[in-house]
């Protein structure tokens, strides 16, 4: 283990002296891609009765493989149940601006290139600064959001040359198996990485960062949706209707134009603008207020008598 240490920080000397900087947004990546990219389908996994359970108390699992070739890196996974609806999550995933605030690990997002098609899918790119255990990288990607099938895709921006060899990823959200509201996300990433990166680097990237990954999105998603909640429910709370009970409503005082006193007579608006009692022979509030909204708005030339809806 001491070795390792001596090892990273001698590594990090050297960068901090020769400045190693290989990428460059002036001049294409050295290849189109050596990892099959993910197509934003749906990708099928199966899990474990204790990875469940994990899953259950709030907790990611994860997992990681080494590539198959000679290269530094490998592929990571990682599922995560959250407590927010599928497109809030989605939304939190693709907004690439809040990267910063939430994750350590990135330091800068520029968003440099962005579309929206026709059927509602939007693509954009974007250069990522990024620093681990003293690392710093710079990668640029090319980004796929599918509000269809409730994916996130990415390769690298090809035209541009990036610290990563390669990078695939793909993020998916589906509406939990067995509880109401909640929704599961699954991520994957398979990079490839130069020889130059130290192993400590290429298992936090593979590994620990994957994990990461899934608590942020689950804590952040998590949090919106009660915000929107609360919201929601002050929304309500504000267009409840007080029928002689205890529960707030519209008043006279707030828009008296209405009529909406309820310590009164409903009134009604005639053509001359004057306000006049209701002619309900039974003399009962039976207006709704969505009712004598309606006469004002869809029946305006209608006279001060106006009938029952």
């Not at 960068?15 to 934003?40: A, C, N, Q, R």
């Not at 599918?146 to 921006?157: A, E, G, H, M, V």
Request: a positive charge; charged letters at 25%; one cysteine or more.
């Amino acid at each position: 283990m001491m070795i390792k240490l001596l090892s990273l920080y001698l590594f990090i000397i050297i960068l901090v002296l020769t400045e190693i900087e290989s990428s460059s947004d002036k001049e294409p990546h050295p290849h189109d891609g050596l990892i099959t990219p993910f197509t934003g389908k749906h990708i099928k996994y199966t899990l474990t009765t204790k990875e469940e359970e994990l899953l259950s108390t709030g907790k990611g699992v994860s997992k990681a493989v080494k590539s198959k070739s000679n290269e530094p890196g490998g592929v990571g996974f990682a599922v995560q149940d959250v407590n927010a609806p599928v497109y809030l999550i989605l939304d939190t995933i693709s907004d690439l601006t809040t990267y910063p605030k939430y994750v350590p690990s990135v330091k800068k997002v520029d968003i440099y290139d962005s579309k929206t098609y026709i059927n509602g899918t939007t693509r954009c790119k974007a250069k990522f600064d990024v620093r681990v255990f003293g690392v710093s990288f710079r990668y640029f990607l090319d980004l796929t959001k599918d509000t269809k099938r409730n994916t996130y895709t990415w390769t690298l921006d090809y035209d541009k040359k990036s610290d990563f060899n390669d990078n695939v990823g793909h993020w998916q959200v589906q509406k939990h198996p067995s509880k109401g509201g909640w929704s599961r996300v699954m991520y994957s990433t398979d990079i490839r990485l130069p020889s130059w990166i130290p192993t400590m680097v290429i298992n936090f990237l593979t590994k620990t960062a994957i994990l990461e990954s899934t608590q942020w999105v689950k804590d952040v998603s998590e949090k919106n949706a009660l915000l929107k909640k609360s919201k929601s429910d002050n929304f309500s709370w504000g267009l409840s209707v007080n029928r002689g009970g205890n529960s707030p409503g519209w008043s006279s005082s707030v828009f008296p134009s209405l009529g909406l006193n309820n310590n009164k007579k409903p009134t009604t608006i005639d053509t001359t603008n004057s306000i006049v009692e209701n002619s309900d022979s039974s003399g009962n509030n039976s207006h709704s207020v969505l009712s004598r909204i309606r006469n004002i708005v869809f029946y305006p030339f209608r006279s001060s008598r106006a009938s029952e809806l």
